[in-house]
């Protein structure tokens, strides 16, 4: 019926420009207490609300942070309602984060 | 850097930017820090900017071919099922007049342009060596001394001001850092906004959509945009791209355990949606959280001794159901926090009482006037019910009207009660009427 390709996530990521790219060290600009998520949190929405699946659950259920895709909207400190996200800016000189092309 | 500034600015969006060119008009000496590589470069909106208050900072942009996209002489409203879209359709050569009444742009070029204008302004004003904006620049903390915001910090270093304007933007730590605002803000008033730019060949674009040189259109969705997710979806057309998106529910998508990404794949599936993006290639994806509009979720005061807050920091965002409103709230608020500081400066009293008058000023303004009228139409678009039922009941209710078969055509009325039975119940409606009456 539709005639649209859509794209997988990956693809979309794979449009963003990221900052400091080509280091290997960088500081996480998002630090997540899993204990919370693996021990009280009822839902475990972070890891389908973040816009980048920045947050993903393993075959055991349990949930795992990667940083390098964030793209800083803020969704997860606010979705976050078990106090496991503190969330901040990435450091413009050792963080990632976005640099938008169109914004 | 040991000078002290007359205001430290953080934020170079459209608020802080707002702010800088009201200041360096006014010869105020001042410092805009800005924690992206360059203004606009961490910024993401739908995005029209509404109103004409971007004429009083740049007179005659629209002679430029720089900075913005398009102006808006067509709007649509558009109620989606899953086959059928029902809109609401405005077009007029009366938005063909300058200064234009809303104005789409994309955030990583104006931003940056219109930073380049403010750039301009300090170099005509008496601080042209004085007053900066400085880029790629993180600021972790507002110093306050005695209750009194003085200055800011990034890393080691501290610069000092006699004033403060906080235009950091929706994620507004340093809001919440001072006191104004809760450490914790909870999902049930925010929206995550996800978005594509999609490109065209511009001719093909223009053909497409009906525009003529540099007029645009946005459209608006509601129903099945969202699969069942309280929200909308967007779509507007830029000089040879189109940014299509959608706005959800955050605490709604929570509950419903839907990812952002697969909405908007079932949004771009849509037969209609996927006749209008038709061979467009996908440059960009990005998202950015959004306030709904809903006063509960604003911070508890705007101002306090030596500091104010504008723009999205404040949650100045508001969808009443017309447009979805920010970036001119957003440049409202800057101008009105600049011409508090240079009015205060005057007489060189920076206290609570003095920065009050920031508020008092942005309560007169249609910015807080808008926002305290439409509250209850914020609250009805919220509404399951207007979100899924009524987009429904109307598609229906189209499909229906506008067969035409070989048989006898019942009456539009017997119709829409057909289709009232169907998607709802006349007490939901009633309900919405009454609650819709008051709202609008």
């Known amino acids: 019926m539709s005639h649209t390709k859509t794209l ?5 990521l794979g449009l963003v420009s990221y900052r400091n790219q080509a280091k290997s060290e960088i500081k996480p600009h998002i630090i997540v207490n899993t204990d919370i998520c693996n021990t009280v ?4 929405c972070t890891t389908y609300v973040c816009p980048a699946n920045c947050y993903t659950m393993d075959d055991k259920g349990m949930v795992h942070f990667q940083v390098e895709d964030c793209i800083e909207c803020g969704t997860c400190m606010y979705a976050c309602d078990q106090g496991a996200v503190d969330w901040n800016f990435p450091d413009p000189e050792i963080g990632r984060g976005v640099t938008w092309n169109f914004g | 850097m040991d000078e002290k500034f007359d205001c430290i600015i953080v934020g170079a969006g459209v608020a802080g930017l707002a702010a800088a060119m009201t200041l360096a008009r006014n010869n105020m000496k001042f410092l805009l820090i800005e924690k992206g590589e360059f203004p606009g470069s961490k910024n993401v909106s739908g995005g029209v900017l509404w109103g004409s208050d971007l004429a009083k900072l740049v007179p005659n942009y629209w002679e430029e071919d720089a900075g913005w996209d398009r102006f808006i002489n067509h709007r649509r409203l558009t109620f989606m099922d899953d086959q059928s879209t029902f809109s609401v359709d405005f077009k007029s050569s009366h938005f063909n007049q300058t200064p234009y009444t809303g104005v789409v742009v994309l955030r990583s070029k104006f931003d940056r342009w219109l930073a380049e204008k403010v750039e301009e302004a300090i170099a005509e004003s008496d601080y042209a060596m004085d007053s900066f904006i400085a880029t790629n620049i993180l600021v972790e903390e507002v110093l306050m001394e005695d209750g009194k915001a003085v200055g800011i910090r990034t890393g080691e270093e501290k610069f000092y001001a006699d004033s403060v304007i906080i235009a950091e933007g929706v994620n507004n730590l340093l809001t919440r850092q001072v006191g104004l605002q809760d450490s914790y803000v909870p ?3 925010m929206l995550t906004g996800i978005k594509e730019i999609i490109r065209f060949d511009q001719n093909v674009l223009e053909d497409r959509f009906q525009l003529n040189g540099r007029s645009g259109m946005s459209n608006e969705f509601v129903g099945f945009a969202t699969d069942g ?6 779509l507007y057309t830029n000089k040879d ?8 529910g955050l605490k709604d998508l929570r509950e419903k355990g839907k990812k952002p990404y697969d909405i908007l794949n079932t949004f771009k599936k849509h037969p209609v949606i ?4 038709q061979g467009g290639e996908v440059v960009e994806y990005s998202a950015h959280i959004v306030s709904s509009g809903d006063k509960r979720v604003m911070p508890k005061k705007l101002h306090t001794h030596g500091l104010v807050v504008c723009g999205e920091a404040a949650n100045l965002l508001m969808n009443a159901g017309k447009a979805i409103q920010g970036m001119d709230y957003a440049m409202r608020s800057g101008i009105l926090a600049a011409e508090t500081i240079v009015e205060n400066k005057k007489t060189d009293d920076f206290s609570e009482s003095a920065m009050k008058k920031y508020q008092n000023r942005l309560d007169d303004s249609y910015v807080m006037k808008d926002i305290n009228n439409f509250q209850d139409a914020v609250h009805l678009l919220h509404d399951p019910v207007m ?3 009524i987009p429904n009941l109307i598609c229906d209710f189209g499909r229906n009207f506008f067969s035409i078969k070989n ?3 019942k009456k539009a009325r017997e119709m829409m009660s057909d289709s009232i039975k169907e998607h709802a119940s006349y007490w939901e409606l009633l309900k919405l009427g009454v609650k819709g009456g008051k709202a609008l």
């Open chain 2, 187 to 189: 999902a049930d008033h």
């Open chain 2, 407 to 409: 048989e006898p055509t």
């Open chain 2, 241 to 248: 791209t189109l940014s299509l998106g959608l706005v959800l």
């Open chain 2, 274 to 277: 996927s006749d209008m993006i």
């Open chain 1, 41 to 44: 949190c009822p839902h475990k």
């Open chain 2, 387 to 389: 979100t899924q039922k």
């Open chain 2, 229 to 234: 997710v309280e929200g909308g979806g967007f």
């Open chain 1, 8 to 12: 997988s996530l990956p693809e979309r």
